[in-house]
């Protein structure tokens, strides 16, 4: 008689661990695991209203850097996810920037912003920081996602499933 509690007590405990660990397993397989690129290059451009931005800023925070420019059809495409992004998860961490490769004035680009309601921060780039990101070869949209420790650890080039490149972006909050 005794063995039966015992028993009880046994299996449910069996069946707890047995759930955690395949609750454990299924968020793992939810969520992508990203490797370590390599170190996020350090820069500081200007923003469209010409205040300093340094990467430095952003320590501790998951950060897209979308390299992008007014007249890429693409580019344009993907703002309204970007600015989604930046107000569903600004609270957990995400920062996003649009630094524009654009050769036109910081005003343009920032009234190309205010017509497409960008909420994320658009900074002017130059040849030099982009190209300490890597050699994309002016492929836009080129976005790289940066981890709170400062590692690339995701590059996306040109248009792809955003909704799975907001599960990348999650993976990382």
């Known amino acids: 008689?005794?063995?039966?509690?015992?028993?009880?007590?046994g299996?449910?405990?069996l069946a707890g661990l047995f759930m955690t660990a395949c609750g454990r397993e299924a968020v793992a397989t939810a969520l992508p695991v990203l490797?370590?690129?390599?170190p996020?290059?350090?820069?500081a451009l200007k923003d469209?209203?010409?205040?300093?931005?340094?990467?430095s800023e952003f320590k501790g925070k998951v950060v897209l850097v979308d390299f992008?420019?007014?007249?890429c059809a693409p580019c344009r495409k993907e703002i309204p996810e970007y600015s989604a992004w930046q107000k569903k998860y600004a609270d957990r961490g995400l920062v996003i920037l649009g630094l524009?490769?654009?050769e036109a004035e910081p005003v343009e680009v920032k009234r190309f912003g205010e017509t497409l309601k960008v909420t994320y921060r658009l900074i002017m780039a130059d040849a030099d920081v982009a190209g300490s990101f890597g050699d994309f070869k002016g492929f836009l949209p080129t976005a790289y996602l940066i981890d709170r420790e400062g590692n690339i650890r995701h590059v996306k080039t040109?248009?792809?499933d955003m909704e799975a490149y907001e599960k990348l972006i999650v993976s990382l909050l």
Do not use: C, N
């Not at 008689?1 to 007590?9: E, V, Y």
């Not at 490797?35 to 390599?38: K, T």
């Open 68 to 71: 992008w420019a007014t007249w």
């Open 11 to 13: 299996l449910l405990a």
């Open 48 to 55: 469209v209203d010409g205040r300093e931005v340094r990467s």
């Open 35 to 38: 490797p370590v690129l390599r």
């Open 1 to 9: 008689m005794q063995m039966k509690p015992f028993l009880l007590t």
């Open 158 to 160: 040109g248009l792809s």
């Open 100 to 102: 524009s490769l654009d």
């Open 40 to 43: 996020a290059p350090a820069w």
